[in-house]
């Protein structure tokens, strides 16, 4: 019996046993990885892992459990323990499956037949690349490590609304964590190039050359004032920014109220400047799918348009709760139950290169990296260690390294006054380079 059929078997035995409605999601994840480390291989790994879920309503209550294990005599078990564990469950009206219009699915290119065809010594070759090309670019420069890994999804949902369906998708990502040392001072730097498509990825020489560059040009770094200045996060600190945005538009945590936006639906929240898509059904999108883990077909949805809070991102369950639809945002795991979360989620570039924008700054910070935690996505408050380059009259002067940025998301979102064109995924939370009219900079 193949997977899908599998699914379709469970979800059938699920209701002849008593559940009013059943979901099935089996989750199969084929994964290689390798680490190299000064000439030699650090870590390899190939593992292909497996599990299902089965979550049953019965009388608006839920039950769920999970296996790893695809025997008959397992599955029985965890059906009845789902529908024991619902029947033991408090109701909620909004406790039903969606209803899925149209087969809920869509095309998307997320799936790379190469990824048959490349054979281990290439992938490791590609590592061992890397570290050659960061050490040939300048003498100062040490590698951390390198790596290549790849992932091939599949994955496989059906439900007791008639729906079933499955898909595949591969991705691939290639990193460098180098280390700039000069004068008995040290700096690391981390670049990465991920797609779902190899042919997409960068080369490993402009992986190992960005690395390393970041790297470089925070050696020397000097001290500033503590004072309010203009901010700039390039493309790799802004995604930080982002993905802490993506939490705060994230529908579960709105309707709790764990959110600086949770009241702000259709309010002006950021300048005019700002607009957020969500789109999961891009071709190549890192988080891109036909369908969601609900079965509900992906699109591209404007989140914030020129700075107005237009839409929650929601699964079935939140989005009865708000009296809305759902909006494809369904994610799990085979041993959690859906939760809205971001697919391609992505600040809108526009046409204007960094290089401008960094010429726009009289005295500020250009951000290249960011470092530990301090974000409260409930009030909005934000402070970050960070280094950088710290600009004046519109040019890199030095580079500045232990300082702290503190300010709060709402104030982040309201004073970006320029978006550069320069967006790029390093994962499936991506922004192009912004400018932040004021924060707080504190340098030790």
């Not at 929240?269 to 077909?297: H, N, Q």
């Not at 909006?327 to 960094?354: C, E, H, M, Q, V």
């Not at 924008?357 to 009289?362: A, F, L, R, T």
């Not at 982040?412 to 004021?438: H, K, M, Q, R, W």
Request: with cysteine.
């Amino acid at each position: 019996m193949n997977a899908i059929e599998l699914a379709k078997a469970i979800v059938l035995k699920a209701l002849q046993k008593g559940a009013d409605e059943c979901d099935v999601f089996i989750s199969i994840d084929d994964e290689f990885s390798v680490v190299v480390k000064d000439g030699e291989i650090e870590s390899l790994k190939q593992a292909v892992t497996h599990g299902l879920g089965i979550r049953v309503f019965k009388n608006k209550k839920i039950g769920f459990t999970y296996t790893t294990d695809f025997s008959d005599f397992t599955i029985e078990k965890a059906i009845d323990e789902a529908i024991s564990i619902a029947n033991n469950s408090t109701p909620e009206e909004d406790n039903i499956l969606p209803q899925i219009d149209g087969g809920g699915q869509n095309e998307v290119k997320i799936f790379d037949p190469s990824v048959n065809s490349i054979s281990v010594d290439e992938k490791i070759k590609i590592a061992f690349e890397i570290e050659k090309f960061a050490k040939g670019y300048d003498s100062r420069i040490g590698v951390e490590s390198t790596g290549f890994g790849n992932l091939i999804q599949r994955r496989v949902i059906a439900n007791s609304n008639d729906f079933a369906g499955e898909y595949e998708g591969t991705l691939f990502e290639i990193y460098c964590s180098a280390i700039a040392t000069e004068n008995s001072q040290s700096q690391t730097a981390f670049y990465n190039s991920a797609n779902r498509f190899f042919e997409n990825l960068e080369s490993t020489e402009v992986v190992a050359q960005k690395a390393s560059t970041r790297a470089l040009q925070l050696l020397n770094p000097k001290k500033i004032k503590t004072g309010k200045y203009p901010v700039i996060f390039d493309p790799m600190t802004a995604s930080t920014i982002l993905s802490y945005i993506s939490h705060a538009v994230n529908g579960k945590n709105a309707y709790r109220k764990m959110s600086f936006l949770s009241d702000r639906m259709n309010e002006k929240v950021g300048s005019e400047v700002l607009t957020i898509f969500d789109d999961g059904c891009m071709d190549f999108g890192i988080g891109s799918k036909p369908f969601d883990d609900e079965g509900i077909a992906t699109r591209k949805k404007v989140i914030i348009e020129n700075g107005v809070l237009k839409m929650f991102l929601l699964d079935s369950i939140t989005a009865k709760k708000f009296g809305q639809s759902p909006t494809g945002n369904a994610l799990r795991k085979y041993n959690t139950i859906p939760s809205p979360s971001p697919l391609n989620f992505y600040i809108k570039p526009s046409d204007r290169a960094p290089e401008e924008i960094i010429k726009e700054i009289d005295e500020g910070l250009l951000v290249t990296k960011l470092i530990g935690f301090g974000v409260d996505i409930v009030s909005g408050n934000f402070s970050k260690g960070a280094s950088g380059l710290w600009i004046k009259n519109g040019e890199v002067a030095f580079a500045v390294d232990k300082i702290t940025i503190a300010g709060n998301l709402k104030n982040i979102l309201e004073n970006i006054v320029s978006v550069g064109n320069d967006l790029i995924f390093f994962g499936n939370v991506a922004s192009p380079t912004i400018l932040i009219s004021e924060m707080t900079i504190a340098s030790d």
